[in-house]
Structure formats: C-alpha cells, structure tokens
C-alpha cells in the first residue's frame, strides 16, 4: 500500500514527492504523469530563469516566497553536484542621484544601483 500518490510529473508533483521523501524517508510515494517523462509540458518550457524577487512588492510574499526559492534551488545544486550557472544581474538607475555608486537591499537582496 502507498502512503502517497501524486498526480503530475511536472515541477510541483517532483517538488512535493521530494519534500516528502526529505520528512519522510520511510515513505511510499508514487507520482502518475500521463506523458512518457516528466516535465514535458510548462515545467519543460520555462525560461530556467530563478527570480530574486527584487521586482516584487516589498515585503510582499511573493518577494519573500522568490527570495526564499532561489536561494533552496542554489543550495540544492550546490548540494547535489549539478552543474548551474548562476548569474548575477546588474541593475542601473537611468539617472544619476550622484557620482558615487550606492548599494540598496531590495527584499533582502543587496544590489549596486
């Protein structure tokens, strides 16, 4: 008999079926996808990009739910070998405040303006 049963090979069903396994690893879990591999639909066709949250409303979950998530999905790389790339952004103001570069924390993320 199965304890879990996840419908959806796709970023979310993984991510669940993963949680699991990390709480309890004595746990039966089978995750059901229709397609022959996982992540063959949007999971599939995302830009790969990991957002930092600095667009988002202060404070905001979503800022603090990017913030959060990209710093798991770099551990989990780190963690586990897996060749990525992360690459710094590089934000500028259109017009200068004054001659001297500034840094600002935007959600908890530092960057140069």
């Given at each position: 008999m199965l304890d879990y049963v996840i419908v959806g090979g796709g970023i979310v069903g993984l991510s669940v079926a993963y949680?699991?396994?990390?709480?309890?690893?004595?746990?039966?879990?089978?995750?059901?996808?229709?397609?022959?591999e996982v992540?063959?639909?949007?999971?599939?066709?995302?830009?790969?990009?990991?957002?930092?949250?600095?667009?988002?409303?202060?404070?905001?979950?979503?800022?603090?739910?990017?913030?959060?998530?990209?710093e798991s999905m770099r551990s989990f790389c780190i963690e586990h070998g897996w060749r990525s790339t992360f690459a710094e952004k590089s934000l500028s103001q259109r017009k200068k405040r004054n001659s001297h570069n500034w840094k600002t924390c935007i959600n908890g993320v530092w960057i140069m303006v």
């Open positions: 949680a699991l396994q990390q709480q309890e690893p004595r746990a039966t879990i089978q995750i059901i996808e229709k397609e022959k992540a063959c639909h949007q999971t599939g066709h995302n830009s790969g990009v990991i957002h930092s949250g600095i667009y988002y409303k202060p404070g905001s979950f979503k800022a603090k739910f990017a913030k959060a998530g990209s």
